[in-house]
């Protein structure tokens, strides 16, 4: 669909459909919100999907200002650059702002240098990979999601209910986020959970039993109240850590001495040995007294070292000792020259193989095992190092960019193939904690994961198995007939975030109940909006206000709001729920955009 759309108002301008691009503009559909496209080279197939949405796409390129003009720029709502090119997204960004200073202009961008210079002009720029590596970290670490709602830490946390009985019963003034129950919680890990069967922010008087799995939110002293958390100052993970780096310090110093090393040594070794007890029977010091053992050692090493300090010496002892003396000077040069001379060899080999990744990584337990080095497995990994896990990597390609980067956080690298079991078994995938399959094909991560789990065995239901999908519809149906619990699309996870502050609403984390997203965001209560003077018990049920920021109140947070809490203009409301409920709740604070709405599509889930 081509035209003019310079006369629209309230939309939303996507320029680029690869990428995020077709899942921004369906999350935009499914909300009932228009959108423009402007791309002037999209696949065929692409092109097909918004036509039957009924978006509208302009074929031209989005760095020139008559076809930002033509896509409604004036009276846009937000301009979104999903762009494939770091200096397309750059270029159209600026334009954008020189052509209408006062519009919402979102990029996304994974340069960190130009991000935080167009940050200064104003332009909020997203990166897919950090939108979408802390909900795969937390599904890796089963740990609960951090928050900073107006300065204050707030956590979700995970809890069984230890008998059956109300919300308010069991865990009294805590927020419950979700209910999953025995088919959907992911204990049973037959796959066949679907999103639905999640209960999204219930009453505290909803009833609960042994089988399920709660989400609660509050404050990290209500949960260890609750028992929900460990003691404070705690840090097991850490801990964990240390201990699993000095095992697997200890197991590859004997892994990496060959037998050659090691009959060196047990020479050397019998030699001070057999020298020790030599000297300590034979040798004598003046006035015939009887060399003590320790000095006897301490000769010997003396000896063998070729060091001769001069305290003392052969000269007046029995010829046949004096004899063995000098055998003991050649052999103690001899043996100490192989040994530290394979020792050299050991560890120049050993780091060889590190900087090559062909080392075995052997011996290690409770590490994460991340498959995959792009810009999402890049920061996996730093987040998992964050919160204090051991990290093992696997990369097929030796001329991956960002293995420098891996190596100097002194995470082990090998680079093969992780669908070959010797591989998954050479990386210790036996003792692993979990599993993030992260590679930019989604066919490698099915096969990878696939492999994983029959290596994995009976641990399978045990290990968290993190499946990175593209597609979110294709993440599904993984889900459903494979029987991976935890598959997650980047896309799907880094979409509400571009809308959200396209719109206004901006996104503060994405994190997961059993298969269902949701995400924690905030908004400013407009004076003229539909939220003014609304009680909190009028709102949607399945979306929750966490914390009010009264700004008649100089900024305080009121936390928890009651039913009757009502919202007051100007208010800053931090909310949880599905991302399409906290648009409803958006959009019935705003004025209704005033373009046509595109033509409604069938809601798919989004992994």
Excluded at 166 to 176: D, K, N, S
Excluded at 324 to 337: H, Y
Excluded at 348 to 375: K, M, N, Y
Excluded at 526 to 543: V, Y
Aim: glycine content about 10%; aromatic content about 6%; some cysteine.
């Amino acid at each position: 669909m081509t035209g003019d759309y310079a006369s629209w108002h309230g939309h939303v301008i996507v320029c680029g459909l690869h990428g995020v691009g077709l899942l921004i503009v369906e999350e935009l559909s499914l909300s009932g919100v228009p959108a423009v496209v402007v791309d002037d080279h999209p696949e065929p197939g692409l092109a097909r999907t918004l036509h039957g949405w009924g978006v509208p796409h302009l074929a031209g390129s989005p760095r020139s200002p008559d076809t930002l003009a033509s896509a409604g720029l004036a009276g846009a709502a937000a301009v979104i650059c999903a762009l494939e090119e770091d200096l397309e997204t750059l270029e159209t960004a600026m334009l954008t702002r020189e052509l209408r200073a006062g519009v919402r202009v979102i990029v996304q961008l994974s340069n960190p240098a130009v991000g935080r210079a167009l940050k200064a002009i104003d332009i909020s720029v997203l990166d897919v990979a950090g939108l979408s590596a802390p909900a795969i970290a937390q599904a890796c670490l089963r740990a609960p999601q951090d928050f900073t709602l107006a300065g204050q830490r707030f956590r979700a946390a995970a809890a069984r209910p230890p008998r059956a009985g109300t919300l308010r019963e069991l865990y009294g003034a805590l927020t419950p986020v979700a209910v999953l129950p025995p088919a959907a919680g992911g204990e049973p890990a037959d796959g066949t959970s679907e999103p639905g069967d999640v209960e999204i922010c219930p009453g505290r008087d909803h009833p609960v039993g042994p089988g399920d799995a709660v989400t609660l939110f509050g404050t990290p002293d209500e949960l260890r109240a609750a028992g929900l958390l460990g003691p404070r100052g705690t840090t097991p993970a850490r801990a964990a850590r240390r201990v699993s780096l000095l095992h697997h310090l200890a197991v590859s110093l004997v892994q990496a001495a060959d037998r050659r090393l090691a009959i060196a040594l047990a020479a050397l070794f019998a030699v001070l040995v057999g020298s020790t007890v030599v000297l300590r029977l034979a040798y004598h010091l003046p006035g015939a007294r009887q060399f003590p053992l320790l000095d006897a050692v301490y000769f010997t090493v003396e000896t063998l070292t070729t060091v001769g300090y001069g305290d003392f010496t052969f000269r007046h002892q029995s010829p046949w000792l004096m004899g063995g003396a000098i055998v003991l000077m050649l052999l103690g040069a001899l043996f100490v020259a192989v040994f530290f001379a394979l020792l050299t060899n050991v560890l120049v080999s050993r780091r060889i193989e590190e900087q090559l990744g062909r080392r075995r990584v052997t011996g290690r337990t409770g590490h994460v095992l991340v498959i995959g080095l792009g810009a999402v497995g890049l920061r996996v990994v730093q987040q998992l190092l964050a919160e204090g896990a051991d990290v093992v990597v696997v990369e097929k390609s030796e001329h991956n960019r960002h293995l420098q980067q891996a190596r100097a956080l002194g995470v082990p690298v090998v680079i093969a193939d992780a669908t070959q079991p010797e591989v998954l078994e050479s990386v210790s995938l036996a003792g692993a904690a979990a599993v993030a399959v992260l590679t930019s094909d989604d066919l490698a991560n099915l096969e990878t994961g696939l492999a994983v789990r029959d290596q994995l065995g009976s641990r399978w239901a045990t290990t968290p198995v993190v499946l990175r999908i593209f597609d979110p519809r294709l993440a599904r149906s993984v889900r459903v007939h494979f029987g991976f619990e935890h598959v997650r699309s980047t896309a799907a996870l880094a979409a509400p975030w571009f809308v959200g502050a396209g719109l206004g609403l901006e996104v503060l984390s994405t994190f997961y109940a059993g298969a269902e997203p949701l995400l924690v965001a905030r908004f400013t209560v407009t004076p003229d909006g539909g939220l003014a003077g609304l009680a909190m018990r009028d709102l949607g049920a399945r979306t929750r206000v966490l914390a009010l920021s009264r700004t008649s109140d100089d900024g305080s947070l009121e936390y928890p709001p009651r039913r009757g809490t009502r919202f007051r203009a100007g208010d800053r409301a931090y909310m949880i729920g599905p991302y399409e409920e906290l648009l409803a709740v958006l959009r019935r604070d705003r004025p209704s955009p005033q373009a046509p709405a595109p033509a409604p599509i069938r809601r798919s889930r989004n992994a």
